[in-house]
């Protein structure tokens, strides 16, 4: 069955620093996704991208943030300056249609020191 | 993708009994709803979703049923399993955005033998 992919599963980085999260999503899917879940709260949404065109973002996806799709399968999260509130787990999802039946990565879990 | 540490709701149910996990929701006008599972240390799994068109819709050993008068979701599981143990969100589409899913805080659901 195919599924969405992340890598890496466990970024460490110090404040002030720029990471880029990565993401495959499923091969036919046309909508990509990225959501985050700060450990003990709610997974909350932060940006929607279709057709290499972002289609909603959330009052979290600030200048410090950018989604790219560099190529056919892969879809990037870049922060720019990292804060040590940006530590959280970091989901990837695609769904074929949009919104319907989003499926989700594993994530990858960022710790900001 | 966990979250502990988080106060949830707890359900507990023996092996072999049905599951009801109950969600409300906050926008009347929403029309679409997804029931997501999250085992530890993992992404969130889709379920089962629903259109605000329906009342109920049954998948393998789950079913949905929403109640758009109360605001009111639930999620049925047949003859829980040791595996059916896991965290269990309902995510909600608000009218008016694209792709935007709304997660709720998530109730915990635990087997026992």
């Known amino acids: 069955e195919p599924e969405v992919t992340q890598t890496p599963s466990h970024q460490v980085t110090q404040m002030g620093q720029e990471v880029i999260l990565r993401c495959v999503p499923i091969s036919n899917h046309l909508y990509f996704y990225w959501y985050r879940q700060i450990l003990g709260q709610k997974v909350e949404f932060l940006v929607s991208f279709y057709n290499n065109e972002i289609s909603e973002k959330s009052e979290i996806f600030d200048d410090q943030f950018s989604v790219e799709r560099p190529d056919g399968s892969n879809f990037t999260l870049k922060i720019r300056s990292t804060k040590l509130e940006d530590s959280a787990m970091y989901f990837c999802a695609s769904s074929r249609t949009d919104p319907w039946a989003q499926y989700f990565g594993p994530g990858t879990r960022l710790t900001v020191l | 993708g966990e979250s502990v540490g988080l106060h949830l709701p707890t359900l507990s149910v023996q092996e072999g009994d049905n599951s009801i996990i109950n969600c409300a929701y906050s926008n009347s006008a929403s029309d679409y709803f997804i029931w997501y599972k999250q085992e530890s240390g993992k992404g969130p799994q889709f379920i089962i979703d629903?259109?605000?068109?329906?009342d109920k819709r049954q998948g393998q050993r789950v079913t949905v049923l929403l109640n758009k008068t109360v605001k009111h979701l639930s999620l049925q599981i047949a003859a829980t399993q040791p595996g059916d143990s896991a965290v269990y969100f309902c995510a909600e589409n608000p009218t008016g955005t694209a792709s935007k899913l709304t997660f709720g805080t998530g109730t915990r659901l635990q087997v026992t033998l």
């Open positions: 629903i259109r605000s068109n329906m």
